[in-house]
């Protein structure tokens, strides 16, 4: 693969692992420091920048960069009710603790593209039904811009 051309030198690779950790809380083990090289060194390709010392250089002068590193080196593979056995969690003892509650707040915090918050809904939907009184409310967030991004931009519920 063309990128790979351009090496990445172990400093260079524990300054991205620092940032990336501060700006996100991320941490990236040693051990991956083959996925931070593929992920990044497209970057700097399409950016035509002379080596990863000038993408670090670029990485502290803004926000922007920093975000697009971010992006670029979270995985975000998702798809409706993936890992069902946290589902049959969610049902048998979360919901049913909350049973006598009117109002349920859900957080799906890492929801990628949002699947995972519609599959929530869905779940707490046939659960709950429509007791009388109840407000269900499913909050998603994620630290990939870009799958916030495409996940605004579809509808799911359709
Ligand atoms: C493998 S996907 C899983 C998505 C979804 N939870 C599911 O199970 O289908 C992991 C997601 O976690 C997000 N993520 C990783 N670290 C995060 C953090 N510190 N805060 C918020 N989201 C994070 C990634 O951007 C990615 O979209």
């Not at 990628?112 to 269900?136: D, N, V």
Request: with cysteine; proline share 1%.
């Amino acid at each position: 693969m063309k990128s790979l051309n351009i090496p990445l030198s172990g400093d260079d690779f524990k300054f991205i692992q620092q940032l990336m950790y501060d700006s996100s809380g991320v941490y990236i083990e040693d051990g991956r420091f083959d996925f931070v090289h593929l992920r990044l060194a497209e970057i700097v390709r399409l950016r035509q920048l002379k080596d990863f010392k000038e993408y670090c250089k670029i990485l502290t002068e803004s926000r922007e960069h920093v975000q697009e590193m971010v992006d670029a080196l979270t995985t975000n593979l998702t798809h409706f009710f993936r890992e069902s056995h946290h589902f049959k969690f969610l049902k048998e003892v979360i919901f049913s603790e909350l049973k006598e509650n009117n109002k349920v707040r859900i957080w799906s915090s890492a929801c990628s593209t949002g699947e995972e918050a519609y599959s929530i809904a869905m779940e707490a939907l046939s659960y709950f039904s429509l007791q009388a009184g109840k407000s269900i409310q499913v909050l998603a967030s994620d630290i990939d811009s870009k799958s916030l991004q495409k996940s605004r931009a579809r509808n799911l519920s359709n």
